[in-house]
């Protein structure tokens, strides 16, 4: 059986990215991973063995203006020839699910998440800065996108989502039903760490302004508690934090992964302020029995438990998340309860249920081809 990978692109290591190298290994580590464009040092997460890039690679002006091009992904996904594979397992939440394979392969679409800036458009300008120029022709370059993006959607034979709140994304603008996978998450790191609480609350995760860090700021400038802000991402937004921050939150960067579990093994809890289709975080504060202070809307609320495993706030604003706190330091977290929760995301029932889902639609295509 010949099995092929396909992928956005390979330009940041986050968990997309770490879906992909769990793909990897559960197929074979020489399985063909196609992607747009990439750097070498993602690339060497994957060994740099049998990647297939595509036109655009070869375009040093592309890589350099990569995000005001964007809309000749479609073109590069679609020029690439899967002849010959059974399965083809496309990881996306841009563009990559508009391969185009033959009758005779099994397309698979593992989804992150529809293109947010093609649906969710109004919401991702907002957190953009602009010019006038981009202003005028972006609503026409994504009007198009949308055309492409309808139509690249009925090329998949079967939908794979990363969560419930992906798959309530596909219905609505795919209007297509789906599977719920959870990603895997490398919990095993985290289940034996000490337990220890210095007091302080963690934020782990990019530095970009639709996170809402601005929120956690000057949420813990008001009420003066320590929080320590854990990451890399946007230096300018970086910068304006730091300036409008108090003594007791701190910024940590360039963190390697045993530094970020310590973090977690001594924090107090950890704040997950973002909407995000699925997140990481969370489940891996959980991992290290550490309890999680929520926004409600995307994948935290099914991954954290309310009132047990951590607390869940239901707007973006400093009132709702000073009142979450308050909340959680009145209830007693059991380290127990959030690592037990925290098994159901593991990498073993990722592959568990990839292997059986693609086991399951090859027998379906061979008893359909036998009955012919």
Partial sequence: MKIAIVHDDLCQFGGAERVVLQLRKLFGKSTPLYTSIGNALVSKEFGNTNIQY?????????????????????????????????????SSSRFSHGIITSVDTIHICYMHSPSRYVWDYNDYIKKKRLSSFQRFFLPYIVSYLRVWDLAASRRPDFFLANSIYTQKR??????????????????????????????????????????RIDILVDVFNK?????????????????????????????????????????????????????????????????????????????????????????LYNRQSIDSLNKAI???????????????????????NFKSAITDFVNLKINEKRKYSNSM
Avoid: M
């Avoid at 595509?54 to 590069?76: K, T």
């Avoid at 609505?172 to 302080?200: H, M, T």
């Avoid at 959030?338 to 098994?343: D, E, F, V």
């Fill in 326 to 348: 308050g909340e959680f330091e009145k209830i007693r977290i059991d380290p127990k309860d959030c690592r037990n929760n925290a098994k159901k995301f593991s990498i073993e």
């Fill in 223 to 311: 009420n003066g508690k320590n929080l320590y802000i854990a990451g890399n991402g946007d230096r300018s937004f970086i910068q304006f934090l730091k300036q409008r921050s108090e003594e007791n939150i701190k910024f940590v960067e360039n963190l390697s992964d045993s530094e970020v579990s310590s973090l977690y093994s001594r924090c107090h809890a950890v704040i997950f302020p973002s909407k995000e289709d699925f997140g990481i975080v969370p489940v891996e504060a959980q991992a290290s029995g550490k309890g999680v202070i929520a926004y409600s809307e995307g994948g935290a609320s099914e991954t954290v438990i309310n009132g047990k495993t951590g607390i």
């Fill in 170 to 211: 596909i219905k609505k603008f795919y209007s297509l039903d789906s599977k719920v996978i959870y990603p895997p998450v490398d919990i095993a790191r985290f289940l034996n760490l000490p337990l220890q609480d210095e007091g302080f609350y963690l934020y782990v995760g990019r530095i970009v302004p639709w996170k």
């Fill in 54 to 90: 595509s036109f655009l690679q070869r375009s040093s002006f592309f890589r350099r203006f990569s995000q005001p091009l964007f809309f000749l992904y479609p073109l590069a996904f679609e020029s690439f020839n899967f002849d010959g594979f059974d399965v083809v397992i496309s």
